[in-house]
């Protein structure tokens, strides 16, 4: 089945407490991005991948990193998270521009 | 001010009623998508427009674009609880270096009641 896989689902951190959230979609897309779903401020980029090893910021980039070494991941990495990034995050992949974008199924992140 | 509106922001409707739920961009758009959310859960992708004026159909579901590719609505038809959720439209600005972002707007939830 074609999909998104996110991991964890849910998960509950103290500040500061380094932390990953793995994407994999295994529909050979070569776009990637990553979200953050907040209220009032709906859905906003954060990182985008064009390929392996080419990222680049999206709209919200700060406290966040991420990584494409191989085409079918590609993980957000929160290096020191602090309560603002207590969000849902949503990973995203597609073959690029018009075409549909296929997203996994969230994870709700709380930061204490 | 939002690069993409969407109205309304909820929606309360009896079962079988017909609704509408609107997208409206403050530029041109290269494409419209429109997903579904259950709340605290994945997009499920609707469908994707492109051509000014062009019009899809899923069940139900009813999705047009304008001719002047600003404003996109959608359609649902004899609404059922299982439509319930949050409806988000997602643009693709860029034509051709958007590398798949889409800027979305913030939401309409609709709740149906049977």
């Known amino acids: 089945e074609a999909q998104v896989t996110q991991n964890p689902r849910y998960l509950i951190t103290v500040t500061g407490k380094k932390l990953t959230v793995t994407c994999s979609q295994n529909?050979?897309?070569?776009?990637m991005s990553w979200y953050r779903q907040d209220p009032g401020l709906g859905l906003r980029q954060i990182y985008y991948s064009m390929n392996v090893e080419v990222t680049d910021k999206g709209d919200v980039p700060e406290g966040y990193k991420v990584s494409r070494k191989e085409k079918r991941n590609f993980p957000l990495i929160l290096e020191s998270p602090s309560p603002n990034q207590t969000s849902l995050y949503f990973c995203?992949?597609?073959f690029g521009q018009g075409r549909v974008a296929f997203f996994g199924q969230g994870t709700r992140l709380t930061v204490v | 001010s939002q690069e993409l509106e969407q109205s309304p922001q909820s929606l309360i409707v009896q079962e079988g009623k017909n609704l509408t739920i609107n997208c409206t961009s403050s530029k041109t758009l290269y494409g419209l998508y429109w997903y579904k959310q259950k709340y605290g859960e994945g997009l499920i992708f609707l469908m994707m427009?492109?051509?000014?004026?062009e019009e899809k159909s899923h069940e139900k579901i009813t999705a047009k674009l304008d001719e002047k590719k600003q404003q996109s609505s959608l359609h649902i038809t004899a609404s059922q609880p299982s439509h319930a959720g949050i409806y988000l439209c997602?643009?693709?600005?860029?034509?051709?270096?958007?590398?798949?972002?889409?800027?979305f707007g913030q939401g309409t939830i609709l709740t149906v009641h049977p």
């Open positions: 997602g643009a693709d600005y860029a034509g051709g270096t958007s590398y798949g972002k889409l800027t």
């Open positions: 995203a992949s597609s």
């Open positions: 427009l492109q051509k000014g004026g």
């Open positions: 529909m050979n897309h070569e776009y």
